[in-house]
T-cell receptor, first 113, second 115 residues
Framework: AQSVTQPDIHITVSEGASLELRCNYSYGATPYLFWYVQSPGQGLQLLLKYFSGDTLVQGIKGFEAEFKRSQSSFNLRKPSVHWSDAAEYFCAVGGYTGNQFYFGTGTSLTVIP | GAGVSQSPRYKVAKRGQDVALRCDPISGHVSLFWYQQALGQGPEFLTYFQNEAQLDKSGLPSDRFFAERPEGSVSTLKIQRTQQEDSAVYLC?????????????FGDGTRLSIL
């Protein structure tokens, strides 16, 4: 069965430091991959997506993610974190069955000054 | 409106009561999705509509859950005889077409608490 794993439940970084959030998926073929961000009490906002082609994708708010087939990973990165980046981040995969998305359990990001 | 609108934002009900949650998608969006997000978890797929047709309801946890989108626009998720385990945030999302490469736009959700 398809699944998404986000190994880090919670991450704390200092403002200005770099960030990497991990995501691993299980699927036999190349899935459609997404990263979403959710602020408290809000819905999910799409940061970026990968379908095919260049394995390094750029998203909004200075985020990027790299698809690594050999590691079944799609890690999210940002070179310099801002205090406003504090939120919950979800990795999702889709395209297996119809239009279903499967979300990971999320990584909560805290940014300290 | 510009985004997906859900109402009410908060709903408190007693166990055994029926509840109805509303989703108003972005105008012109063909696809509509419902998700359930338990505390500390990621959203879990419930059901999917393309226009008025419910194409996938495999994620609905029991026959107490029912969703409809009769005119292909506004959708309602109904939960009958609510149980405490139904307490969660219910998210609605819409997308322009039924293609997976179209991003899903999420509403702010309805937080349901069953007492």
């Amino acid at each position: 069965a398809q699944s998404v794993t986000q190994p880090d439940i919670h991450i704390t970084v200092s403002e200005g430091a770099s960030l990497e959030l991990r995501c691993n998926y299980s699927y036999g073929a190349t899935p459609y991959l997404f990263w979403y961000v959710q602020s408290p009490g809000q819905g999910l906002q799409l940061l970026l997506k990968y379908f095919s082609g260049d394995t390094l994708v750029q998203g909004i708010k200075g985020f990027e993610a790299e698809f690594k087939r050999s590691q079944s990973s799609f890690n999210l990165r940002k070179p310099s974190v801002h205090w406003s980046d504090a939120a919950e981040y979800f990795c999702a995969v889709g395209g297996y069955t119809g239009n279903q998305f499967y979300f990971g359990t999320g990584t909560s990001l805290t940014v300290i000054p | 409106g510009a985004g997906v609108s859900q109402s009410p934002r908060y709903k408190v009900a007693k166990r055994g009561q029926d509840v109805a949650l509303r989703c108003d998608p972005i105008s012109g969006h063909v696809s509509l999705f419902w998700y359930q997000q338990a505390l500390g978890q990621g959203p879990e797929f419930l059901t999917y509509f393309q226009n008025e047709a419910q194409l996938d309801k495999s994620g609905l946890p029991s026959d107490r859950f029912f969703a409809e989108r009769p005119e292909g626009s506004v959708s309602t998720l109904k939960i009958q005889r609510t149980q405490q385990e139904d307490s969660a945030v219910y998210l609605c999302a819409s997308s322009r077409s039924g293609q997976i490469n179209q991003p899903q736009h999420f509403g702010d959700g309805t937080r349901l608490s069953i007492l």
